[in-house]
């Protein structure tokens, strides 16, 4: 047996209820510790994840010569400008952080000292062509594996490009934005549709020269970034399991306090809505720039929905839980437009449903999405959680509409956004515990 608990065991019939946190934004916690490297003085992060993908971008950061240390339950970041980075004496480990990985080489492609990004076996199987392509326009000098890391950057002088996404991706956005802040001219992104916007708001709040109009996004190189002092808010996209499980279950209303509701972020609860589940919405305000409120859901009878077209990249990493709705709602489900499930983690469409068809679920795979008609009867088995945290979680929430007991093994990477997780749920009255599997 592994000598550390890595399976979560599940049992229906939970009644979920009571007021709750999940830990802070991934998103912004990535892109607060890079620019506050990039920024000309020290900064304050406060509500920082302490989670595996994160704890990875602070290893890098510090290997690049920056000083990050934590005092009174906060970062800071001793930005030393965009001129101030250090060459890493080994390459740096993003292990399973592909966010880390596409905005770092954003930030390395125009160094003037060689380095290397890897990376878990995971992650060196994720494409990374979508960021070293527009690099190379701008002159950057990349080595890859076949379109996939280890990347080797050497030194290189960049240019300003004009470049259109094929997908819309915040994190190819970021990477070029990123790379104009090196750049002897200005960068323009344009986005086939809506993507988060998180790196431009920290860009702007630190003094970068920055235009956004609809989907296209210019930066200018030159100047200083001024360091951030910012409160991170909760992340919607751990918040949005536990709302899943909140409609699926008995009991509530469970409320879910200052969660990150930036509208670039907030697909999953206008799907919920389309769904016949609407999460209310609380004390709606702005922290550092960003819009928060409180989140508190209900049991509810959800529906079918047809859903595509530019919702999808708003809500693209709550897919897995949004998949275990479906299965529970009257009527058929049909998501489209969603084949960037297929390059996350694992291939989110094909893992997902392989793994709620062990539950006992019917459902169709289709390449860009899937179709299920429900509401379903799930059974208890044990399932897979591929090392990827957003199916094992999934799949635990989908344990609980289960009948009989389910165990999600290869969970430990819950951890990897969502430290707690299993005591949060247990907290609201799930039956849920960790354990040890072979």
């Not at 994720?126 to 392509?133: A, G, I, L, N, Y």
């Not at 990349?142 to 080797?152: E, Y």
């Not at 893992?351 to 208890?380: C, H, N, S, W, Y």
């Not at 897979?384 to 969970?411: F, K, N, S, Y």
Request: with cysteine.
């Amino acid at each position: 047996m592994s000598a550390v608990p890595n399976a979560i065991r599940v049992r229906p019939g939970g009644a979920l209820a009571g007021q709750t946190t999940v830990p802070g934004d991934k998103s912004l916690s990535h892109r607060a510790l890079i620019l506050g490297a990039l920024a000309d003085g020290t900064g304050t992060v406060r509500g920082f994840l302490p989670a595996g993908d994160t704890l990875a971008t602070l290893d890098c950061i510090r290997a690049l010569g920056i000083a990050v240390e934590e005092r009174d339950g906060a970062l800071t970041v001793a930005g030393r400008g965009l001129d101030g980075l250090s060459a890493p004496g080994a390459p740096l480990n993003c292990v399973h952080a592909g966010t880390a990985m596409r905005l770092l080489a954003g930030v390395l492609a125009g160094q003037p000292f060689a380095s290397v990004l890897d990376g878990s076996d995971q992650l060196r199987r994720r494409p990374m062509r979508r960021v070293t392509d527009p690099l190379r326009a701008m002159g950057a000098q990349i080595d890859d594996a076949n379109g996939r890391a280890p990347l080797r950057f050497a030194p290189a002088r960049l240019r300003g490009i004009t470049y259109t996404m094929p997908v819309a991706s915040a994190q190819v956005k970021s990477c070029l934005l990123l790379a104009g802040l090196f750049a002897d001219g200005p960068v323009t992104v344009i986005e086939p549709g809506p993507a988060r916007d998180h790196t431009e708001r920290m860009l702007r709040a630190m003094g970068a020269d920055l235009d956004a109009d609809d989907n296209r996004v210019t930066i200018r190189p030159g100047g200083v970034l001024r360091p951030l002092d910012m409160a991170i808010p909760a992340d919607i996209s751990s918040a949005a399991f536990v709302l899943v499980a909140a409609l699926l279950s008995a009991g509530g209303p469970v409320t879910i306090g200052g969660v990150g509701v930036n509208p670039t972020r907030t697909g999953v609860l206008d799907i919920l809505a389309a769904m016949d589940a609407p999460v209310d919405m609380i004390h709606p305000r702005e922290e550092g720039g960003e819009p928060v409120a409180d989140l508190a859901a209900n049991r509810a009878a959800l529906r079918g929905a047809d859903v595509g077209g530019a919702v999808i990249v708003r809500a693209i990493d709550e897919f897995p839980a949004l998949m275990v709705a479906a299965t529970q709602a009257e009527g058929e489900t049909i998501v489209r437009d969603a084949a960037e499930m297929r390059v996350k983690e694992t291939d989110r469409l094909e893992v997902m449903t392989a793994e709620l068809r062990k539950l006992g679920a019917a459902i169709e795979e289709r390449p860009d999405g899937f179709r299920v008609i429900g509401p379903q009867a799930l059974r208890g088995a044990a399932v897979d959680g591929h090392d990827d945290h957003r199916v094992a979680m999934a799949l635990a929430m989908a344990g609980l509409v289960a009948q009989g007991e389910t165990l999600v093994t290869d969970a430990r990477c819950v951890n990897d956004s969502f430290p707690g997780f299993v005591e949060t749920m247990q907290a609201l009255g799930a039956d849920m515990t960790w354990s040890r599997h072979d």
